[in-house]
């Protein structure tokens, strides 16, 4: 589906009042290459209708602010396409053209009238007043550099000061014009030198203050004479070519994801001409082209070896197939140059059935919803019956030479995180354990058993700096075990780390099949003689493990240990929250209030926590998530 069909089919969906289907058509629109004067059509469908988005997303606004450097309307016609693709409606403001510098140091700015969730400041190169004079020592190169992103970092400031948005920075590409030729990379002062030295002090505060936006890679993916076509700058002060707006969209969206903890988090593959040539159950195993054999079988091995590396970084794999189970997964152990093995896949599942209707098993084995998923298969047929059946899939086809497989995947920026934790590096060996568990069947006498048979350890221990980054990812990301929504960044999560009437805690587990890591999280504050839990989020990986009731253990003895009467906590009800519903009433808590947010309370002196496989012990030193004792 290219983008004008995208478009044409949302318009009609959208007149008919088929509000889900209209919201399927502008995903797969956005995953196809666009023009800005598309994006410009786009907008005014979406804001002819605006009244039954805005109740398609249930009231749930993302107020964005835009600064710029230089002509920003491009990337202004992004914001509210990006934000709708994953369920938000976007209130825009955009700054006056070049007043990125300024208007944060403003107070009476309208910036700061229109309290913005995120602000983007979209600057690059082309706004540095200057650049080292040849022959400039490494002292006055270092002064230099400091200057530029001190500045940078009182805006930032100022912004967070006066807002509390998260901020995104464009960091800096390196110009066009290089006079040094090869002698860029030998001379610390050349400007290609000092554009790398800026951005390796911008990522040092990546994740701090501010959220780096790459342009630097995605001027270079793009070819940076193209990137800084000069026409579009001498003419109309833009700041990149217009027409590389899809690159760059698809950048911005991928960090959107990562802030609104909408990340894909699984790719579902076909196997039949998508990871191997040819027809598995026709051709035998000998005869599909894999590994070697050709030029074909080269490519679908590479694309093997993509995604067994997608894998190690924390993406869950699963097969979703037409074919005998028993046939296909003969390739996975016997065909000698296939990079993935059966144990490399979460979920195989293999049959007759629609694709759409295994993708709703998968997801039900895996414990995800369906918006976690992204499918790929090589058959237009397939991909469109699960675009119609199940929008809140994101479907690539890969149609076409098997050699760009991996670049369709790549250019999407679906499946990066704001951070990569230890645990994200683990987790394919936490979802086979859970397999293991899934495996042990049914009944509640064989699940205790197993359950008892894991040798589970946790620590529940107050968070310590080096937790804030996945203990962020986690209030981010998880969805089902969520009592309340709310999210933090790592700078609340360190005020509350060090507030003597606050309380975070880090939950790591682990098991003797795998080191699960720090997989839940928990943060609460002292009201008179309550604890009252702001939120509390668990990682699906670990669900139905009775850790839940070891976590409530410890979180007792604490309130203990601070002198505390009760422990206070509310649930509000989100779209993807209803596994969490009944936690407060297992756990021995009483409900006190009535209405949509249900608020629950435990008196610490008399609630007995229910029993747990889980033992707690004192310190984590061997609990990481790449180890296993």
């Not at 093997?304 to 152990?333: C, D, I, M, W």
């Not at 759409?356 to 895996?366: E, F, K």
């Not at 049914?442 to 080096?466: I, K, N, R």
């Not at 493990?545 to 989100?574: N, W």
């Amino acid at each position: 589906m290219n983008f004008a069909d995208a478009l044409a089919r949302l318009k009609n969906q959208s007149a008919a009042g088929r509000m889900v289907a209209a919201w399927g058509a502008l995903r797969a629109g956005l995953l196809e290459p666009f023009k800005v004067l598309d994006l410009q059509k786009l907008n005014r469908v979406l804001q002819a209708d605006a009244p039954a988005w805005r109740e398609f997303v249930q009231g749930r606004d993302l107020r964005i602010a835009l600064l710029g450097g230089y002509t920003t309307q491009p990337i202004k016609e992004l914001l509210l396409p990006l934000a709708l693709a994953e369920g938000r409606w976007a209130e825009i403001y955009e700054a006056t053209y070049n007043t990125f510098e300024t208007e944060p140091l403003d107070p009476a700015s309208p910036l700061y009238t229109f309290r913005p969730e995120v602000v983007l400041i979209a600057s690059g190169s082309l706004n540095l007043s200057e650049l080292p004079p040849p022959g400039t020592e490494e002292p006055a190169l270092a002064a230099l550099a400091e200057r530029i992103i001190s500045a940078c970092r009182r805006r930032w400031q100022a912004v967070a000061a006066g807002t509390g948005a998260r901020i995104i920075q464009h960091n800096f590409d390196v110009p066009v014009m290089l006079p040094l030729g090869r002698l860029e990379g030998r001379y610390a002062w050349s400007a290609t030198n000092f554009i790398h030295r800026l951005n390796a002090r911008l990522w040092q505060h990546d994740g701090r203050e501010v959220r780096v936006l790459d342009t630097h890679q995605i001027a270079t993916d793009c070819g940076r004479r193209q990137w800084h076509e000069p026409r579009w700058h001498h003419h109309s002060k833009h700041g990149f070519d217009p027409n590389l707006i899809h690159h760059y969209g698809r950048a911005l969206a991928g960090l959107l994801r990562g802030l609104l903890g909408q990340s894909r988090k699984c790719l579902v593959t076909d196997l039949d001409n998508t990871l191997w040539g040819g027809v598995i159950g026709d051709d035998g195993l000998d005869g599909i082209e894999l590994g070697n054999v050709s030029a074909t079988g080269e490519a679908h091995a590479a694309f093997g070896r993509y995604l067994k590396g997608l894998r190690q970084l924390g993406v869950v794999l699963a097969v979703n197939s037409k074919n005998e189970p028993q046939v296909a997964g003969e390739v996975f152990t016997s065909h000698p140059e296939t990079p993935l093995r059966s144990d490399d896949f979460a979920a195989f599942v293999c049959n007759w059935e629609s694709k759409s209707q295994n993708l709703r098993t998968i997801a039900r084995q895996l414990n995800l919803g369906l918006d976690s998923l992204v499918f790929v298969d090589d058959n237009p047929a397939e991909c469109e019956e699960v675009r119609a059946a199940l929008p809140e899939v994101t479907v690539l086809e890969l149609s076409g030479d098997p050699a760009y497989f991996p670049r369709r995947i790549e250019e999407q920026h679906l499946f990066t995180p704001l951070d990569f934790t230890p645990e994200d590096f683990a987790r394919a060996q936490s979802y086979a354990a859970r397999r293991q568990l899934a495996e042990a069947g049914a009944s509640t006498a064989t699940l205790e058993a197993h359950l008892a048979g894991l040798e589970m350890e946790a620590v529940v221990a107050p968070a310590q700096p080096g937790d804030l980054a996945r203990i962020e990812q986690l209030f981010r990301k998880t969805n089902q075990f969520n009592l309340t929504g709310r999210t933090y960044d790592q700078a609340a999560l360190q005020a509350m780390m060090t507030a003597p009437d606050h309380l975070l805690l880090s939950v790591w587990l682990k098991d003797k099949l795998a080191g699960h890591g720090l997989i839940s999280a928990l943060a609460g504050h002292h009201k008179d003689d309550a604890l009252v839990l702001d939120n509390w989020v668990m990682s699906c990986r670990v669900f139905t493990r009775t850790l839940e009731q070891c976590i409530f253990a410890r979180l007792l003895e604490l309130a203990r240990l601070r002198g505390l009467r009760v422990i206070r906590g509310e649930f509000i009800p989100t779209p993807k929250n209803g596994y969490a519903q009944p936690l407060y009433v297992k756990l021995g808590f009483r409900r006190v209030g009535d209405g949509t947010t249900a608020w629950f309370e435990a008196e610490v002196a008399s609630v007995q926590p229910p029993g747990t496989q889980v033992k707690l012990v004192a310190t984590h030193g061997h609990f990481t998530a790449e180890s296993v004792a």
